[in-house]
């Protein structure tokens, strides 16, 4: 039987995910993912997508990543590649052609979860919660979040989580679920289950010679 003084020990023991995700913030390095998404409306499957992926580090977080994501809703797999202060992209409607558009590091998320659990600031307020964190909390506290919805009134009422840890600490499974503000299309409801595959990856992700 395990005693109370053996448990606290223990529970001192556990890595700090926070820490632990700090700790692979080092350039040139970074870390496979891949992503199940499913959206549905009134309780019926609208669609499903799928992202897999690899983002770069720096030494404040992300800076870079290179995703394919695929969803019954387009043709073709969308190829996003975010570097330096622009976003490219091509496949699917978008066609052939790289579009480019503005955007920064720290400001942009990889992941059809609202939840940038790569981002120390978003991961410690989702980490205060039990399981679910306000859509407006989250907007305070992560700006990849504030990139995605124009305002506080636009986010979610309620974003639940589950977070899984590798024995460093390390994210390795979120899944995330929530519902939409009222929309026009009736009750949406999301779902996304991410997971981080392979830390320490060399990564060097540049522009699109294209473009």
């Not at 979860?113 to 981002?119: A, E, G, K, Q, R």
């Amino acid at each position: 039987m395990m005693t109370a003084a053996v448990s606290a020990l223990l529970l001192i023991a556990a890595p700090d995910p926070v820490v632990a995700l700090r700790q692979q913030f080092v350039p040139g390095h970074g870390v496979t993912f891949s992503e199940r998404a499913k959206t549905m409306i009134d309780g019926d499957l609208f669609s499903i997508s799928k992202r897999r992926g690899v983002v770069e580090f720096d030494r404040s977080g992300v800076v870079a990543y290179d995703v394919k994501a695929r969803s019954g809703l387009a043709k073709g797999a969308v190829r996003t590649i975010a570097v330096g202060r622009a976003t490219y992209q091509r496949g699917g409607v978008i066609g052939k052609k790289w579009v480019r558009s503005a955007s920064r590091p720290g400001a942009r998320t990889p992941f059809f979860s609202p939840i940038l659990v790569l981002d120390p600031a978003a991961m410690k307020a989702m980490l205060a919660t039990k399981g679910m964190i306000t859509g407006s909390a989250l907007y305070e506290a992560s700006p990849a979040y504030r990139a995605t919805v124009a305002s506080a009134k636009q986010a979610p009422a309620f974003i639940f989580w589950k977070l899984s840890t590798d024995r460093e600490g390390r994210p390795a499974k979120l899944v995330t679920w929530w519902t939409e503000p009222d929309s026009e299309l009736g009750s949406v409801s999301k779902r996304s289950t991410l997971r981080l595959i392979s830390w320490g990856v060399p990564v060097k992700i540049v522009a699109p010679a294209s473009s």
